[in-house]
């Protein structure tokens, strides 16, 4: 009886949050029982930070529900037109320092008490920074995704990912071995594939996030593909079109490619067991970019505050600032207010879309570049 009380909850929680997301993850939830009650710990914490986050904004505090960590600045890769290595995410000198496992458990501390959910951990190499997974246990009320190029995952990290269930592993591939080797590195789309399979068969949900360009989005637009990676058990994906680094935009989709795409994506959701998170598409129904507090913020591995992971400016670092006073700044502050600034403009990134509007923010604002 309780356990049916339990898997309501569940059900009706998760629908709130999207119908798409009850119909995907409460099979899994059914099929692997262990994992309920730290569902149900997930779905009250989920709860409760909500109504913290109403109560601040009432305040006049946008806290966003999740917050993206990019916890390192090493990398075992060198993955053509990386996002981390053109906005200085990646180390570039022995100056730059990324913070330590305390200092990153203090911010999120921080995070959760502001009714901020999830954390988002990127990198660099998320899985290069020692004894990672302390985050997932500490926090076991919040939940982790884990964005990893899945090459270095370890029998340990494995064997711990099995009773840490409030975790996700998101592994990246471009497509499939040819398209994954030819951006990541030789050998690279058979590890990721073999970390996917080592999780699957523990029982913890893992997903892909996929940079979506003209070289590969007809392979993503193939449902065999979507098919044979729900097979191996994933669950979730990020589909994420391409934002130039290097003004490379013969690389960027076309509106009209653009638009091809999110019809076969809004097609999957209707037709595949599958969660997927499509950006900028997604975006379109939030009223525009969800940066800067909206949806997420951005932390470097020094601790600087962003808007997103894309953008390198800031005015507070969370070793000398608190995030609340962060979140109030004045640089978050007028990226909110100034809806031109979260229109993508047929690119994939608002900010991105409006150089000379960024450039003279930070000045009005005197932030500084996170990357030098």
């Known amino acids: 009886m309780?356990?049916?009380?339990?898997?309501?909850?569940?059900?009706r929680t998760l629908k709130k949050v999207d119908p798409n997301m009850a119909k995907i993850?409460?099979?899994?939830?059914?099929?692997?029982?262990?994992?309920?009650?730290?569902?149900?710990?997930?779905?009250?914490?989920?709860?409760?930070?909500?109504?913290?986050?109403?109560?601040?904004f009432l305040k006049g505090l946008k806290i966003p529900p999740f917050l993206i960590l990019s916890i390192t600045s090493s990398c075992n890769l060198k993955c053509t037109g990386c996002y981390a290595a053109a906005t200085g995410t990646l180390c570039k000198n022995s100056i730059t320092k990324s913070l330590n496992l305390e200092q990153w458990k203090k911010i999120i501390q921080e995070a959760k008490e502001l009714g901020v959910f999830g954390f988002i951990i990127a990198g660099g190499e998320p899985f290069l920074l020692p004894n990672l997974l302390d985050l997932s246990e500490k926090f076991k009320d919040r939940l982790f995704?884990?964005?990893?190029?899945?090459?270095?995952?370890?029998?340990?990290?494995?064997?711990?990912?099995?009773?840490?269930?409030?975790?996700?592993?998101?592994?990246?591939?471009e497509g499939d071995q040819n398209l994954t080797d030819e951006r990541r590195g030789q050998g690279v789309y058979e590890q990721a594939i073999n970390t996917i399979n080592d999780l699957d068969s523990i029982g913890v949900i893992s997903g892909i996030s996929a940079t979506i360009n003209r070289n590969n989005f007809r392979f993503w637009m193939d449902p065999k593909n979507i098919d044979d990676l729900i097979s191996k058990g994933v669950r979730l994906a990020f589909l994420l079109e391409y934002i130039p680094v290097d003004n490379d935009i013969e690389l960027m989709l076309t509106n009209e490619e653009s638009t091809e795409f999110r019809d076969m994506v809004l097609n999957y959701r209707e037709n595949k067991q599958i969660f997927l998170i499509h950006s900028p598409?997604?975006?379109?129904?939030?009223?525009g970019c969800v940066s800067a507090g909206r949806g997420f913020a951005h932390v470097t591995p020094s601790g600087d505050l962003t808007p997103c992971p894309v953008s390198n400016i800031a005015t507070h670092n969370l070793t000398k600032s608190?995030?609340?006073?962060?979140?109030?700044?004045?640089?978050?502050?007028?990226?909110?207010?100034?809806?031109?600034?979260?229109?993508?403009?047929?690119?994939?990134?608002?900010?991105?879309?409006?150089?000379?509007?960024?450039?003279?923010?930070?000045?009005?604002?005197?932030?500084?570049?996170?990357?030098?």
């Open 145 to 173: 995704l884990i964005f990893t190029n899945g090459t270095i995952l370890g029998s340990q990290d494995i064997k711990r990912l099995k009773r840490l269930r409030n975790t996700i592993i998101i592994v990246s591939v």
């Open 2 to 11: 309780t356990e049916n009380k339990d898997n309501r909850f569940l059900n």
């Open 281 to 287: 598409g997604d975006e379109e129904y939030m009223g």
């Open 322 to 372: 608190t995030l609340r006073e962060g979140l109030k700044s004045e640089l978050f502050k007028v990226i909110r207010e100034n809806e031109h600034l979260l229109e993508t403009k047929g690119s994939p990134c608002a900010l991105f879309s409006h150089p000379k509007e960024v450039n003279d923010l930070v000045k009005q604002v005197k932030a500084y570049k996170t990357n030098v």
């Open 25 to 56: 993850f409460m099979p899994w939830i059914l099929k692997h029982p262990k994992s309920i009650y730290t569902m149900i710990r997930l779905a009250r914490a989920y709860k409760k930070s909500r109504r913290i986050r109403g109560e601040e």
